[in-house]
């Protein structure tokens, strides 16, 4: 009687922690601003794959359009309908004015290996920005670089006085406008989905985006002259739901935090060989594309706008954005000099 009073209060036990794991194991939803096989869909892909091998709980992907604009998923986010969110910078100006910063021209390095090194290292990427995002109820899990940006336009511009006229489409954020009103051109701020067809009907006459996106996009189609300015690269971040993270479990938090340094490290090995491998598929599958590289010369007149932008940086930012800018400088100043 004993023995099977004993029997049942362990099967009880084993019941009732079975109910608990079943209880707790969620789906959490994660959306980003790409399409399958991109970038941000690998990235996704490798924390869902590290979040579902490690733990009971899922991971629901959600893709470009599925939700909408990268501005509604991130609204979706804050609401605390979506757990993560990949958003770009370039959409986050008016939510984290700071988070503009990557659009300072020529700031960033182009070499791929210090341009990772930067973002492993950096205390402005790893603390300072942690907490900007916190402010608006975002726990930043990881910012990471896709690929250096590329210009395409109607025609392959090599100065300013080129892109005189040519309205450039830019992502949605104030920076960006003054980048491209300093390079000579006329910005013109669009969401992504309306992007192929303004180029199609020419109510633009050019954007910017690193290669694989312009591949993906299918861009080249529309516009076929790729310029290679050498003046950035394109950033993005992931990021939870604050309350959300706040209420997880320290081991829980601990997967979110390992999921998103596993999939950092498989996003690096991706992009590297990216761009080439993505101009040979453009080039093969397009005769009127054409590929300009910036000699020394021409980068230097694109480059001696530069100034004047990081002037507006500080203007739009003040006595915070001021600082990050010093952090940032300093971070890229420890990377370079172990160039
Ligand atoms: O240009 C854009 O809007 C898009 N570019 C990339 C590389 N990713 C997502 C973003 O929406």
Redesign the pocket.
């Known amino acids: 009687m004993r023995d099977l009073k004993k029997t049942s209060v362990l099967a009880g036990a084993v019941l009732a922690f079975a109910v608990s794991t079943l209880a707790n194991a969620a789906t959490w939803r994660y959306a980003?601003?790409?399409y399958k096989g991109?970038?941000?869909d690998v990235y996704a892909e490798k924390f869902k794959q590290y979040i579902e091998e490690n733990s009971k709980h899922k991971v629901k992907i959600y893709r470009?359009g599925e939700l909408g604009e990268?501005d509604d998923i991130m609204e979706q986010t804050q609401a605390g309908i979506l757990q993560f969110v990949n958003q770009?910078p370039?959409?986050t100006g008016a939510l984290i004015p700071e988070a503009q910063i990557f659009f300072i021209p020529y700031l960033m390095p182009t070499d791929m290996t210090t341009v990772i090194e930067f973002f492993r290292k950096s205390k402005a990427i790893n603390k300072d920005f942690p907490q900007l995002y916190a402010e608006q109820g975002l726990e930043l899990l990881k910012m990471y670089p896709?690929?250096e940006m590329v210009v395409t336009a109607d025609e392959p511009v090599t100065t300013p006085e080129g892109f005189a006229n040519k309205k450039i489409?830019v992502?949605t954020n104030p920076l960006l406008s003054s980048t491209y009103e300093a390079f000579g051109a006329v910005p013109t701020p669009l969401?992504?989905g309306e992007?192929y067809g303004a180029l199609q009907t020419n109510m633009i006459q050019g954007?910017?985006?690193?290669i694989?996106?312009i591949e993906s996009?299918k861009l080249y189609e529309v516009s076929p002259n790729l310029i290679f300015t050498r003046h950035g690269w394109?950033t993005?971040a992931m990021m939870a739901n604050q309350d959300f993270y706040d209420n997880l479990s320290a081991r829980e938090q601990k997967l979110v935090r390992r999921a998103a340094d596993y999939a950092f490290e498989a996003i690096i090995k991706h992009i590297d060989g990216l761009a080439d491998r993505s101009l040979q598929k453009i080039t093969a599958a397009s005769d009127k594309v054409t590929v300009t590289r910036l000699d020394e010369a021409q980068i230097a007149r694109f480059k001696s706008r530069a100034p004047q932008v990081e002037q507006t940086f500080v203007e739009m930012t003040g006595k915070r954005g001021k600082a990050l800018l010093e952090q940032f400088k300093r971070d890229l100043g420890k990377v370079m000099e172990k160039e």
């Open positions: 980003h601003e790409e991109d970038v941000q470009f990268s770009s370039g959409f896709e690929g489409r992502m969401p992504w992007v954007q910017e985006n690193p694989f996106w996009g394109f993005t």
